[in-house]
């Protein structure tokens, strides 16, 4: 069983920076692709990004890109989602998941997921 934890949620102002935690004990993180996703009070669960297990290939949903930037910190066993320019539109519960085979934006390709971590973004 792999569990994920996410860490680093909290109020900032809007055009501030954040970075966001996902961590697991498991040797299995390290070897599949890992996404974030986000879901907003009311919405569905969206996708934000990916990253394959070498760290080298990723993926961004249209809405963020440019402004956020995941990577894998492999010593670490953890995957980081460092956000910039927010604004009250990514206000959500940031959740991260992993056991994919590759960094798909379809959230049911997605083994493991963690409880997620609130971002909230002021005015």
């Known amino acids: 069983q792999v569990q994920l934890e996410e860490s680093g949620g909290r109020l900032v102002q809007a055009g501030g920076s954040l970075t966001l935690s996902c961590t697991a004990s498991?040797?299995?993180?390290?070897?599949?692709?890992v996404g974030w996703f986000r879901q907003a009070p009311g919405k569905d669960r969206e996708f934000v990004a990916a990253?394959?297990?070498?760290?080298?290939?990723?993926k961004y949903a249209d809405s963020v890109k440019g402004r956020f930037t995941i990577s894998r910190d492999h010593p670490k066993s953890a995957v980081l989602l460092q956000m910039s320019s927010l604004n009250p539109a990514d206000t959500a519960i940031y959740y991260c998941?992993?056991?994919?085979?590759?960094?798909?934006?379809?959230?049911?390709?997605?083994?493991?997921w963690g409880q997620g971590t609130q971002l909230t973004v002021s005015t």
């Open positions: 998941a992993a056991g994919a085979t590759i960094p798909y934006s379809d959230s049911r390709q997605y083994r493991y």
């Open positions: 990253v394959d297990w070498r760290g080298t290939l990723t």
């Open positions: 498991a040797r299995i993180f390290s070897q599949t692709a």
